[in-house]
């Protein structure tokens, strides 16, 4: 029970104990249990007897070459911030310096996630790790008013609208922490900076009550230029004919209900393409929803929704956050000395917020019809390579520089995806005839409801 006790007061210490108290010596030798054990292939022989004091270990191991056992691989600069912090001239002192640290521990699981903090703390202050954490803050935001909007969208109330967007900001973290084990070790991480918390629970009761505002707003606005376009009354309804005129009329007004033709369905982006003049039919057919032939100031904010969510300056907004997810998910498995295909994959968990988020509001799971997963997968992989040549030694690459290639190659796969047709690219969806081939049957009347909702799901319709 002794032992026991004294080996818990040192794992929680920080720095080496430096007076020997009978406790402390008792500490000592079970700490050594296991820092003997890791060492005896190195050092070659079996010591007889536990060491009484650190002047009795040997000091001719290497501690690169001993993080290197452990699974935790260093690079020189980071093993240069490890001998500073040990506070020591040599080499040689640094090595008992280093055992003295270790002695804090009391299992070998302890001792390697102490050199792995290194890794970390090695650019904490740098340039590089400060941009890395604004990205970090700017994602959490993002992804927490996304959740908030498909929240409301799913008729939830503030309550639930808050929770979703708390899940979506800081889902996919808490998922990578669980996965990598940092949770356990030291607690989720919005529970030690709570500015993740409070960041995304802001974010989400702002959007929850802000977004429709600007919705209404928005559409009013955009009917009331239709309106002057085609000489109708503001005040009333918008016919066929009047919101076709106002098309001919206004230019701006034209190119931004463009933006309607990707919610199309196949066919009618045939027609669309195949014959422009009827395109403006195609787009009053789209926005009037309840089917009456007139177009009110709510049939308008679909299009407000769309000239923020579909706009290029939202996708370039996600692809920045996403440059920034898949370097911090990638270094949060570096951090915890996974190997580099774990690390890569921690690149892409980071983003599962997402996936709780559409659970929550029963929605469509879109991680496989959105690009994140790969832009993050790709992203992560740059920077896990990098890291990688940095470790062997084969260069030495600023961690602002790894950033910076990761962003090149996330922002590189967004943009093809973003110009790609999606009905000839390796990422298109099985067709909607195999889906339905699949789908079990149920009743008489459900396989023409399934075959439309599998349609609509793969047309956007």
């Known amino acids: 029970?002794?032992?026991?006790?004294?080996?818990?007061?040192?794992?929680?210490?920080?720095?080496?104990?430096?007076?020997?108290?009978?406790?402390?010596?008792?500490?000592?030798?079970?700490?050594?249990?296991?820092?003997?054990?890791?060492?005896?292939?190195?050092?070659?022989?079996?010591?007889?007897?536990?060491?009484?004091?650190?002047?009795?270990?040997?000091?001719?191991?290497?501690?690169?070459?001993?993080?290197?056992?452990?699974?935790?691989?260093?690079?020189?600069?980071?093993?240069?911030?490890?001998?500073?912090?040990?506070?020591?001239?040599?080499?040689?002192?640094?090595?008992?310096?280093?055992?003295?640290?270790?002695?804090?521990?009391?299992?070998?699981?302890?001792?390697?996630?102490?050199?792995?903090?290194?890794?970390?703390?090695?650019?904490?202050?740098?340039?590089?790790?400060?941009?890395?954490?604004?990205?970090?803050?700017?994602?959490?935001?993002?992804?927490?008013?996304?959740?908030?909007?498909?929240a409301g969208i799913a008729g939830m109330n503030v309550v639930g609208a808050t929770l979703v967007g708390v899940v979506g900001g800081v889902g996919g973290g808490t998922v990578t922490g669980a996965l990598?084990?940092?949770?356990?070790?030291?607690?989720?991480?919005?529970?030690?900076?709570?500015?993740?918390?409070?960041?995304?629970?802001v974010v989400a009761v702002a959007t929850y009550y802000l977004w429709p505002k600007y919705l209404e707003w928005t559409g009013r606005d955009r009917f009331e230029q239709l309106a002057r376009a085609s000489g109708s009354d503001p005040h009333a309804k918008l016919s066929s004919d009047a919101f076709e005129l106002a098309l001919r009329q206004d230019q701006e007004l034209r190119s931004e209900m463009r933006m309607l033709e990707s919610h199309l369905n196949e066919r009618e982006k045939k027609i669309a393409l195949r014959d422009p003049q009827q395109r403006p039919s195609l787009y009053f057919r789209h926005l009037d929803r309840d089917g009456d032939g007139y177009l009110t100031r709510e049939d308008l904010s679909s299009v407000a929704r769309m000239a923020v969510t579909d706009s290029p300056g939202f996708y370039a907004l996600e692809t920045v956050a996403l440059g920034g997810v898949a370097c911090f998910g990638a270094q949060a498995g570096v951090t915890r000395a996974l190997p580099p295909a774990a690390c890569i994959a921690t690149g892409v968990t980071i983003c599962f917020g997402g996936v709780l988020r559409d659970v929550l509001c029963r929605r469509d799971v879109a991680i496989g019809g959105q690009s994140y997963a790969l832009a993050t997968a790709m992203g992560a992989s740059a920077y896990v390579g990098m890291r990688e040549l940095v470790v062997r030694g084969v260069m030495r690459i600023p961690l602002l520089m790894r950033i910076g290639v990761a962003y090149t190659v996330t922002v590189l796969e967004r943009i093809y995806v973003w110009y790609d047709d999606a009905s000839d690219s390796f990422l298109r969806p099985w067709p909607p005839e195999i889906v339905e081939a699949h789908l079990p049957r149920a009743k008489e009347e459900e396989p023409r409801r399934r075959t439309t909702e599998v349609k609509r799901r793969f047309t956007g319709d």
């Open 180 to 201: 990598t084990g940092a949770n356990a070790a030291r607690g989720v991480f919005w529970m030690r900076d709570p500015r993740y918390l409070l960041l995304s629970t």
């Open 1 to 150: 029970m002794l032992l026991r006790t004294a080996a818990r007061r040192a794992a929680a210490a920080r720095h080496p104990i430096k007076r020997i108290t009978p406790q402390a010596l008792a500490t000592r030798q079970f700490a050594y249990q296991g820092l003997h054990e890791a060492l005896e292939k190195k050092l070659g022989t079996q010591p007889t007897r536990l060491p009484q004091d650190a002047e009795d270990l040997p000091k001719s191991f290497d501690v690169g070459e001993r993080a290197a056992e452990l699974g935790v691989r260093l690079s020189q600069h980071e093993l240069d911030n490890l001998y500073a912090e040990l506070k020591k001239g040599t080499k040689k002192e640094s090595n008992a310096a280093y055992v003295d640290a270790v002695q804090a521990t009391a299992s070998v699981g302890a001792e390697r996630q102490y050199l792995a903090e290194f890794i970390t703390s090695s650019d904490e202050h740098s340039t590089g790790q400060k941009v890395l954490l604004f990205l970090d803050y700017l994602s959490t935001a993002l992804f927490a008013l996304i959740g908030a909007q498909y």
